[in-house]
């Protein structure tokens, strides 16, 4: 490392270390819920929903000027990613409101670079101590792809075929795994292998995620909205470790945490 390196380093080491102090004088230091407290809120939340007792929190003018005046990184507890259907509203199936949840929004809950840097922003700036990777029932990006690799599909506009080529593995992978399951029944399979598709692209791309969840800082779970029924289908923990172990052995995985 050259001496502007090493300075410029310590610059922003200083700079860093001042908005801290700054932000913990400004605020006092908040205690964010703990990963199972956030997780049991969310559960609630959504009961609260699909049974009709939606308390519509954080919507008044006083959380809009908490919102205008304070940190997010404060008040979010958790960052969920999954799919821009318009049946998919997420705050609403969370009965949570403004300053509750960072979200990342694209067809098919898929987690490419751009989503992986929005993830990354909401678990290590906003620090929220949950990541819910949220697929849907009927997911049309995930029957899309399964159409194409049946060799049903249609014409793509020019954007498309890049955004959800991250989804051919997961529909490869319910395939292979369910071999006596035919057409379109195949679908449900491969939205739950999409879900643990993204959770995967996300730790071999994210050096930073993989820590704060080996740290225990941070926790990662997958899950399935029913669009139907309102009701948010928890999948099994254990997957998500199981992932990060065979991740933790690829040697193709990202290793640098931090951009240049
Ligand atoms: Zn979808």
Redesign the pocket.
Known sequence: MNLNKIIKRIFFIAIFTTLNIVAIAGHGVVQKPSTDEVLKMLQEGNKRFYTGKSTFPHITAERLKQAGTEDQGNHAYATVIT???SR?PVELIFDAGVMDIFVIRV???VADVDEIGSIEYGMAHVNTPVLVVLG?TQ????TAVTHELHGEGHKLERNIPELVDNIIPAVERAQEMHKDIHGDEIIPYAIEENVWQGIEDLFMNSPAVRKLVQEKKAQVVGAIYNVGTGKVEWLPVEKVDSILKKVNSDPKKATEAFAK
């Open positions: 799919c821009s259907d998919v067809a098919g809950n849907h997911c049309g990006a995930v």
